[in-house]
C-alpha cells in the first residue's frame, strides 16, 4: 500500500526506492517550512471565514502548524524522502496531530500553488534581507568615500592610464551600480508580491474559497489574475536570479580591480590581514583570496541563471514536476551572492589605500593631457587639431622622459600663439582635476554635492552643507 502518500488511493503498488531518492525535493525545500506554514495558518483562517472549516478547526490548525515549526526550528523535527517535500511532510505531520481535522486543510488548494505560494514569500523576505545587504554595502562604500576625499587615484579605460578621478568619486561609482541593483530588486517585487494560492491544480477550484483574504494575511498586493498562468509562472524566479546574477557581476569587476590593486604591481591597497590568506609553501605570500572568491562565485550565479533559463524552456501549461528544480538553483543563487555582499562591505571598511604610493606615481601617464586638449578647444582650436598637437607633445615627452608640465613654454605656443602661461595652470595632476566642472563629473564640488547627497541617501544623519 501507498498509506503514507497524500495521493495513495489511486496507487495499488508501492513507490520504488530510487524513485523516491530521485524525486524527493525535502533536501533542499525544508528551508520553506517557516513560508509553508505562515501560508497554510492563512489558508486555515480563509477556510474558517467562508464556513468550510469550524471555528475550532480552525484554532488546531493554526496551533498545531505553529508547533510544527517550532519542531522544525529546535531540529527535532523527522525529514524523510519517502514525504517528498516539505509540503507533504507538514500536512502528515497535521494529520498525526489532529486526524481528520489535519486531512481537511487541503481544501481547495494545491501543492502547484502552493508550492509558487511558499516560494514568492521567501524570496520576498529575501529581497527585503538583501536591500540591507547592499545597503550597507552601499554605506561602506561612502564612508570610505568621505574617508579618502583627499586621495587622487589614476582613473583607467582600456586599464590604462586615462584621466585623474577623485577616490570619492571612485566610491560613489558603485553605490551608483548598489542603487540600480536595489531599485531592480524593488521592481521585481513587485511581480513577487501577486498572490498565487487559490489557483489550485491549475483551473481554480468549485469551493467558496476566498482569495482576497489570503492576500490580505499574507501581505500580498493583489491576486494573481489567471489560474492556468499561476503554477507554470517563474518569470519572477528568473527576474530575481537576473538581478542577483548582476549584483554578483557588479562584485566580480570590483574584485578583479582590488585584486589588481593589491599586486606589487600596482601597489595601491593594503588587504585586511583577516580577509587574506598564506602560501604553504612561500612564507612571504599574502593572497587576496576573498575577493578571487567574490569573483570565482559570480560564476555559480550566473550558471544557476541559466540552469533556470533552460530549465523553464519549452514547458507547456501549466505545472510540471521539472519546476521542482527551480529551488535548487534559487538558493544556491542567493546564498552565493549574500555572502558576498557581506564580505565585500567588510573589505571595503578593512582595506585602506596606500596614499604615498599612488601620489608618488600620480603624474606618470599623462592623466593630464585630455585637460590640456580641452584647454586649447577653450581657447579656440578646433578639437581634432588639439587632439592632435597634444598627442605629438605626449611623444615628445616619451622621447625626452619628462611630463607635459615640464616641456618648455614654445612648445605650448607653437600650437597656438599666446597658449603658454595659462597652460601651467592646467597641467599635473591637481591642476587637472581642479579644471574638471561638468555634472556628475569628478570635479572636487560636483563629488561633494554627490557625497553630500549619498549620506542623506542612506541618513548617514543631516547631511554636512558647509564643506569639511
Ligand atoms: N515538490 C514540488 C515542487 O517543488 C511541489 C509541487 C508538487 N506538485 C505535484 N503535483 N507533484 O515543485
Known amino acids: ?38 501560508a497554510s495558518q492563512a489558508h486555515a483562517r480563509m477556510l474558517g471565514e467562508v464556513g468550510l472549516l469550524g471555528a475550532h478547526e480552525v484554532e488546531q490548525l493554526v496551533a498545531a502548524l505553529a508547533a510544527i515549526a517550532g519542531e522544525i526550528e529546535r531540529d527535532e523535527f523527522a525529514f524523510s524522502v519517502k514525504l517528498e517535500d516539505i509540503h507533504t511532510h507538514i500536512e502528515r505531520a497535521l494529520i498525526e496531530r489532529l486526524g481528520d481535522v489535519g486531512r481537511k486543510l487541503h481544501t481547495g488548494r494545491s501543492r502547484n ?58 566610491f560613489l561609482a558603485y553605490a551608483e551600480k548598489y ?17 498565487p494560492l487559490g489557483a489550485a491544480a491549475l483551473a481554480g477550484t468549485s469551493l467558496p474559497i476566498d482569495r482576497d483574504s489570503v492576500a490580505r494575511q499574507l501581505g500580498f498586493d493583489t491576486v494573481a489574475r489567471n489560474s492556468l498562468d499561476v503554477s507554470s509562472d517563474r518569470d519572477f524566479l528568473l527576474e530575481f536570479v537576473f538581478d542577483l546574477s548582476l549584483i554578483a557581476l557588479h562584485l566580480s569587476g570590483w574584485a578583479e580591480e582590488w585584486v589588481l590593486w593589491a599586486t606589487t604591481e600596482f601597489n595601491f591597497l593594503e588587504l585586511p590581514d583577516a580577509f587574506c590568506t ?34 523553464v524552456r519549452g514547458l507547456p501549461l501549466a505545472y510540471n514536476r521539472d519546476l521542482q528544480e527551480d529551488k535548487v538553483a534559487l538558493f544556491d543563487a542567493h546564498d ?17 589605500f596606500r596614499h604615498d604610493d599612488i601620489a608618488a ?13 580641452e584647454y586649447c578647444v577653450a581657447q579656440g582650436v578646433p578639437l581634432r587639431a588639439a587632439h592632435e598637437a597634444v598627442g605629438r607633445l605626449v611623444r615628445l615627452c616619451e622621447e625626452k622622459r619628462c611630463r607635459l608640465a ?26 587637472a582635476l581642479k579644471a574638471f566642472r561638468s555634472y556628475g563629473s569628478t570635479a572636487p564640488a560636483e563629488v561633494e554635492k554627490q557625497l553630500r547627497w549619498w549620506k542623506e541617501q542612506l541618513s548617514f544623519g543631516p547631511a554636512v552643507i558647509n564643506g569639511r
Open 113 to 170: 500553488d502552493q508550492v509558487v505560494t511558499d516560494v514568492k514569500l521567501w524570496v520576498r523576505g529575501a529581497i527585503d534581507q538583501l536591500d540591507v545587504l547592499l545597503k550597507d554595502l552601499q554605506a561602506a562604500l561612502v564612508t570610505a568615500a568621505e574617508r579618502d576625499r583627499d586621495l587622487v587615484l589614476p582613473g583607467y579605460t582600456h586599464l590604462q592610464r586615462a584621466q585623474p578621478v577623485l577616490a570619492t568619486h571612485y
Open 361 to 373: 606615481r600620480l603624474e606618470d601617464g599623462y592623466l593630464d593631457a585630455t585637460t590640456l586638449m
Open 278 to 311: 598564506g602560501s604553504s609553501i612561500m612564507p612571504h605570500k599574502k593572497n587576496p583570496d576573498v575577493l578571487e572568491l567574490i569573483r570565482g562565485k559570480a560564476a555559480r550565479v550566473v550558471g544557476d541563471l541559466q540552469q533556470l533559463l533552460v530549465l
Open 179 to 195: 542603487q540600480r541593483d536595489r531599485e531592480r530588486l524593488a521592481d521585481c517585487r513587485k511581480r513577487v508580491n501577486v498572490l
Open 1 to 38: 500500500m501507498n498509506g503514507q502518500k497524500t495521493w495513495g488511493g489511486r496507487f495499488s503498488g508501492q513507490t520504488d526506492d530510487r524513485v523516491e531518492r530521485f524525486t524527493e525535493s525535502i533536501s533542499f525545500d525544508r528551508r520553506l517550512y517557516r513560508e509553508d506554514v505562515l
Open 406 to 431: 615640464q616641456l618648455p613654454a614654445e612648445v605650448f605656443d607653437g600650437i597656438r600663439p599666446g597658449l603658454a602661461p595659462g597652460v601651467y595652470n592646467i597641467l599635473g595632476v591637481a591642476n
Open 336 to 352: 552565493t551572492v549574500a555572502a558576498s555582499l557581506e564580505l565585500a562591505a567588510a573589505l571595503v571598511r578593512e582595506t585602506r
